[in-house]
């Protein structure tokens, strides 16, 4: 058990107390008000001691370096290059003790506590965590591979990350589990001056898990944030990926692909803020929902008065592969300034029947064809994947999603 600082512990307080009064996240056409995110399983400790744990072998091997992997907001195993010298990794409980000077202005900073039901509920219910802490003038060319696995009870998970001026880091999280208890996970990003921050994610959670996921990020001036989503749970989800662009020339681009099928519902929303002049935001979103699935993208670019010179981008698409399937993109652009660049495209279809009838001519069955065309609609996304081993197991996924 986490033993948390008195601070830390008013704030569980305070979330506990406003809870109720609280609504849950807004989710646009997904109807949510029935699902069961306040039911919690207590957390045990997990047993392991720097060993990869059986259910994430597939996915690292004592060879690679810079991999980090937490079991039940424990690190388990970790092994560092010495391209990290200098970098804090922190759990939960060594930030709140050897490095809380540093964590302490940041945490629930960029995020806030009452935001909505799910976020007071995370902060009241704080099991896990993981602190990274770039300094100033550090470029850090190798990616930090991290797995969050949840292994029992309920995952509480808190993630914060601050890159200094003049910084560079990449960072690849992905999330997994073998149980059913429910996820509730906030990510905090700091990108400071001229800093850039590669950020990508991939989530697989069992169809028996329920999760709200909030990311969030602050982007200073002439600074970069690069993300790429995979959203490839097989349970309800709702996601949340919001960045505030506050200095002058910053720079957020978010890519997300998502696959939904069962009767899975899975809801995301990707909103970038401009709060300052001449800053530049892009949103690209792709999509399969089928079976009994409905997925629904919310695209949202919001251009403050008096951030001249901005530039608001995003694309939504979604494809339908059964009749009994659904999927949504809202686009939404919300300008306030005359002097800016702003535009959105949006669409949802099936299968094109001519791009069919021309591969079967091709001499392939209706299915191979089908798979073919489904690919070519994800493989943009996959391709401005950099890492070479995660772009590898987003088509290994997408691939099973695909032909279940």
């Given amino acids: 058990m986490i033993q948390l600082p008195t601070w830390v512990q008013q704030m569980q307080t305070e979330a506990q107390s406003v809870m109720p009064s609280l609504k849950l996240p807004k989710a646009d056409r997904t109807i949510i008000k029935n699902w069961a995110f306040e039911a919690i399983e207590v957390q045990t400790p997990s047993t392991y ?9 597939h996915l690292v091997s004592t060879e690679d370096q810079n991999v980090v992997i937490l079991c039940d907001g424990k ?3 970790q092994n ?13 409980e060594e930030a709140l003790t050897k490095h809380e000077a540093i964590f302490k202005p940041y945490f629930m900073n960029v995020a806030s506590v009452d935001t909505n039901r799910l976020t007071a509920l995370h902060m009241a219910q704080l099991n896990s965590g993981l602190f990274i802490h770039v300094p100033k003038n550090k470029v850090v060319k190798e990616a930090l591979n991290v797995i969050y696995l949840q292994e029992n009870g309920s995952l509480f998970n808190h993630t914060l990350i601050v890159a200094e001026p003049n910084s560079e880091f990449k960072y690849i999280e992905n999330y997994c589990n073998t149980v059913s208890g429910n996820i509730n996970v906030i990510s905090e990003t700091v990108v400071k001056e001229n800093a850039q921050v590669d950020y990508a994610a ?10 709200y996921n909030l990311r969030k990020a602050r982007v200073e001036a002439n600074g970069r944030l690069l993300v790429s989503l995979g959203a490839l749970n097989d349970g309800n989800t709702v996601s949340e990926n919001l960045v505030s662009l506050v200095g002058q020339g910053a720079h957020a681009e978010v890519k997300t692909v998502a696959i939904a099928e069962g009767s899975q519902k899975q809801n995301i929303t990707v909103n970038i803020e401009h709060l300052a002049p001449f800053t530049e935001g892009h949103i690209v979103n792709h999509g399969i929902s089928k079976d009994d699935a409905q997925l629904t993208f919310n695209g949202i670019g919001k251009i403050h008065k008096g951030m001249n010179g901005s530039n608001a981008q995003q694309e939504s698409r979604a494809m339908i592969l059964s009749e009994t399937a659904r999927a949504d993109a809202n686009p939404i652009l919300l300008i306030d300034e005359y002097d800016v660049k702003a535009g959105h495209a949006a669409g949802v ?8 009838y021309y591969l079967m001519s091709r001499g392939l069955t209706r299915r191979a064809a089908e ?5 070519g609609f994800l493989m943009p996304f996959i391709d401005e994947i950099r890492n070479e081993s995660i772009k590898a197991e987003f088509e290994k ?3 099973r999603k695909i032909n279940a």
Avoid: C, H
Wanted: aromatic fraction near 6%; proline fraction near 2%.
């Fill in 397 to 399: 996924v997408i691939a």
């Fill in 371 to 375: 798979v073919l065309i489904i690919y």
């Fill in 75 to 77: 690190i388990v195993y």
């Fill in 80 to 92: 560092l290059g010495i391209a990290f010298d200098g970098v804090i990794i922190a759990n939960l």
């Fill in 202 to 211: 991939m989530d697989r959670l069992t169809s028996e898990t329920l999760v």
């Fill in 349 to 356: 279809g099936k299968i094109d029947e001519e791009q069919l």
């Fill in 49 to 57: 001691n720097n060993e990869i744990p059986s259910a994430v072998a």
